[in-house]
Every structure is written in structure tokens, then in C-alpha cells.
């Protein structure tokens, strides 16, 4: 080989080699979104893009890109008002050593769900819809309402969507269903997202101060909907002490 040809491919040799390295952008990167994801779980209740900025030093250009990121992979959510709060996976990842989330509020669906005959349903509210995260149907049934985890509902309809805005703090601008749901602490509804349908939801956080979520329960018969209203209180009170204790 020719010594220009040898020194060509030791140059292409170091070349793969200089790219296969980390290199100090992508660190900036993760110190900067773990910046971000300390600032959102100190403040449960919420903050906005430029309240993140304006806490951590960033430009709120790289804020939204890294806020953007987060939401995505479930670690920050996003609520209507604008405001990202902790998710699902940073409440688990907080929580290391103990269940996660769904682990824990498996059980209690699966009972509130045998137990009255209906679908049992965590719902974590997104930017745009609410999504499940747990659900639960039961065991001995003819018939059922079957939610997949994963699936979506719009955010102006519904119990579910209605207690989740109940647990945030109260706006001028909340419609009178969600001041009621906020005031006696569920939120029921009728056909609304499922023809025939009734649900009954309860919120998780108080004031926004933890998961941005509710537990929900649906069936075709309302009384079964009606019976199961006191549970679905007590799973969400559970979920609720869950999430402080990872706090």
C-alpha cells in the first residue's frame, strides 16, 4: 500500500473511531433535561415553560425542545392550562424500590371491578385527551365495557376528563361541572364518550399537588355505577397516599 493510500485509510480509520465517541453536546443534553425534570418534580402543582426557564437558567427554546421530549416519553405531562407537571414514569422512576403505579393500583381495580360488575379505569390526563394507564374488567361477567391501556378520550367530554380538572386548582373560567366534581369529589356522566354508557370518576390530586389523574368506573347500569361511587373514592385516595409516599 502506498503511503498516501495508508495514511487515507488511517484517516478514515480515526475518523469512524471520532464518531462512535460520546461526545459533550449529548451530555449538555441529559444534564440540562434532568435539570428540568428536578424543576417539575420540587413543583407537583405545575409549571410553565418560561417558569422552567426562568428556575433553571435554560433559553426557553432548549426548554420546549427538552419539556417536548419528556412529555413524550411520559416522564412530564402537559395540561390545558400549559403547565408540566411530574408524569406517570418519574412518579415510578421516584419509586424505584416499591411497585410502580400500575403495579399498585392493579389489585384495587381488579376488586372494584369484580365487585360491582363493570371496568375499572386509571386515567392520566395528556395535552390534548386523557389516556389509560390501568385498567381492569371482571373476572365473571356476560358482559363489559373493555378499555385497553393506551387508549384515549378528548378532554371536553366525559367523568373522567371532568374529575381530572377537579383536582386541579379552581380558574374562573372551570364549567360548572368541574366546580361541582371539585366540591363533593366525583364526576359522573351519561353516554358521553360510550353510547349508554355511566361513569363515575374521582380525581387524584388535591389543588394539582400530585399524579394529574382520576379513577374511573363504567358501566351500562347505573346503579351499579351508583354502588361503586364509595370505591372508586377509596381506590383514588389510595393511589393518592401511593403518590405522596414516592414523593
Not at 412529555?71 to 411497585?99: C, I, K, W
Not at 379505569?121 to 390534548?128: G, H, K, W
Not at 379513577?215 to 401511593?242: K, M
Request: glycine content about 8%; proline content about 6%; some cysteine.
Amino acid at each position: 500500500m502506498s503511503g498516501s493510500a495508508q495514511s487515507a485509510t488511517e484517516a478514515g480509520d480515526a475518523g469512524v473511531v471520532a464518531a462512535k465517541r460520546p461526545s459533550q453536546p449529548a451530555a449538555q443534553t441529559l444534564v440540562r433535561g434532568l435539570t428540568v425534570l428536578r424543576a417539575v418534580a420540587q413543583r407537583p402543582q405545575g409549571l410553565t415553560a418560561t417558569e422552567i426557564a426562568t428556575q433553571t437558567g435554560l433559553h426557553r427554546t432548549v426548554v420546549h425542545r427538552l419539556v417536548n421530549t419528556l412529555t413524550a416519553e411520559g416522564f412530564v405531562a402537559r395540561d390545558t392550562a400549559g403547565h408540566y407537571r411530574p408524569g406517570p414514569e418519574l412518579h415510578s422512576l421516584a419509586n424505584m424500590s416499591q411497585p410502580t403505579l400500575v403495579e399498585f393500583v392493579q389489585p384495587h381495580l381488579q376488586r372494584l371491578a369484580d365487585q360491582h360488575g363493570g371496568t375499572a379505569v386509571v386515567f392520566v390526563a395528556e395535552q390534548d385527551s386523557v389516556v389509560a394507564v390501568a385498567t381492569a374488567v371482571p373476572s365473571q361477567a356476560d358482559y363489559h365495557l373493555a378499555y385497553r391501556k393506551g387508549s384515549r378520550q378528548p378532554l371536553d367530554r366525559g367523568a373522567a376528563p371532568c374529575a381530572i380538572q377537579a383536582g386541579r386548582p379552581a380558574t374562573p373560567e372551570d364549567p360548572d361541572a368541574v366546580r361541582e366534581a371539585r366540591r363533593r369529589g366525583w364526576a359522573v356522566s351519561h353516554g358521553e364518550v360510550e353510547p349508554g354508557a355511566h361513569a363515575v370518576a374521582a380525581t387524584v390530586a388535591r389543588d394539582g399537588d400530585v399524579l394529574d389523574a382520576c379513577v374511573t368506573f363504567v358501566s351500562h347500569r347505573r346503579d351499579r355505577v351508583e354502588e361503586a361511587t364509595r370505591e372508586v373514592l377509596a381506590v383514588a385516595q389510595a393511589i393518592r397516599a401511593f403518590c405522596l409516599g414516592a414523593r
